[in-house]
């Protein structure tokens, strides 16, 4: 096995394609401890500041109390308890829609999901800057993956024309996670509900980021559950938690429940998690605040990168990319602004296109002004490496 898995390890190095992970031994803030050293943290996904919340790791810690750790089963045979079951119904409330079911995370509610309502016979229609669990619950599922190019709506109705026969899914990041885009949610919703296909919104980086109440890509949107009757999810991101969930009709739900193997044959997640997640889906809706805060973060870091002619990519979420093309030259500046204090990912193929290679500028509630502000200032004593 040695000899065999080797050489492909080897190339990857070669490649600058090889991950390492970061021991960090701090909790999720603005700072972070790696290696025995505080670095500004630019590359968390908790978009709110949530993670660290006094109030959701009370409620953790007394859901600990009243629970115990695990929850002993799979949610069809011992594992769902009260605190899984009021979770779901104040998701479902929150997001209007009939009901929600919980999944242990936004992969495996992707895999589930899609491969419960396609298969053999029907078609799934993607974007092609998916994330890798649509792509991956696609092909699964055994239905024709077929792609589309980036957000074009126009090519997605000719295949959808091409393509009548069976099921037809459409799926979608709500919020693209490496170019910090976008869909184009009304229109796809309009072609979908024009060629009778469903349509699925992986809303992982817009649910409680976006929207005025931080109900997402669809709230902001102004879509509901007629219009694309399938979302997930996630609850550990913006939510500051973990896991995720679909929403929608009684259907739809009780057919995952019957159909989504990710779901009948998985542990439950702990009962003490849901309760810290009830908090938090309280405060993001409560404390509106974190959302203003964060939209101002975002434009005041836009405004100083344009200063600074840095190649920024058309985002106007907390996702910030500043395409730098080679994965080797992505790598040296990453090592380069850590040098300088500060944690911020270089992402590359095969996550991203060959030749995109990127630093994932990601903003929190919780970072300052100021330490934004010394970020820029680090970018700009190493521009000489960006494009």
């Known amino acids: 096995m040695k000899q065999a898995l080797a050489p492909a390890l080897a190339a990857r190095q070669e490649q600058q394609l090889y991950r390492r992970r970061k021991l960090i031994d701090s909790p999720q803030s603005p700072h972070v401890v790696v290696d025995s050293r505080s670095l500004l943290n630019f590359c968390s996904n908790d978009y709110l500041g949530l993670a660290n919340h006094p109030e959701i790791k009370k409620a953790f810690s007394d859901g600990v109390r009243r629970w115990g750790v695990g929850s002993g089963s799979a949610h069809l045979v011992s ?181 989504a193997r990710s779901y009948i044959y998985t542990t439950a997640t702990p009962p003490a998690l849901a309760e810290a997640t009830r908090v938090s889906l309280r405060l993001l809706q409560q404390e509106g605040w974190r959302r203003e805060k964060l939209a101002e973060l975002i434009a005041h870091f836009r405004t100083g990168a344009q200063r600074l002619d840095l190649p920024l990519m058309n985002s106007t979420t907390p996702i910030q990319p500043l395409l730098i093309g080679s994965s080797e030259r992505a790598m040296q500046i990453s090592s380069e602004l850590e040098k300088l204090g500060f944690l911020v990912t270089a992402i590359r193929p095969p996550t991203v296109p060959e030749g995109s290679a990127r630093l994932r500028v990601t903003l929190s509630a919780e970072h300052t002004f100021k330490q934004v502000d010394l970020l820029l200032a680090g970018l700009a004593k190493l521009k000489l490496l960006l494009p």
């Not at 605190?83 to 929600?100: D, K, N, P, V």
């Not at 074009?152 to 996670?177: C, H, I, M, N, W």
């Not at 060629?195 to 649910?207: C, I, R, S």
Request: glycine share 12%.
């Open 79 to 259: 594992g769902h308890s009260t605190a899984h079951e009021a979770l779901e119904q104040e998701l479902a409330a929150f997001t209007g829609r009939a009901r929600a079911l919980l999944f242990s995370s936004g992969y495996m509610a992707n895999l589930g999901l899609i491969s419960a309502l396609l298969g053999r016979g029907d078609a799934a229609f993607e974007d092609r800057l998916n994330h890798a669990s649509l792509l991956d619950g696609g092909l699964l599922s055994g239905a024709r993956l077929m792609r589309y190019p980036h957000n074009d709506v126009a090519a997605l109705e000719k295949k959808l024309l091409a393509r009548p026969q069976g099921r037809r899914l459409v799926l979608t990041d709500g919020v693209f996670s490496m170019d910090g885009d976008q869909a184009s949610l009304k229109l796809l919703a309009e072609v979908c509900q024009q060629q009778e296909a469903w349509l699925m919104v992986d809303d992982a980086h817009g649910f409680g980021v976006l929207g005025e109440t931080g109900g997402g890509s669809l709230q902001q949107a102004g879509l509901d559950e007629q219009q694309v009757p399938v979302l997930m999810a996630t609850l550990g991101k913006a939510v500051g938690c973990f896991g995720a969930f679909v929403a929608g009709s009684e259907e739809l739900i009780e057919t995952l429940i019957q159909q």
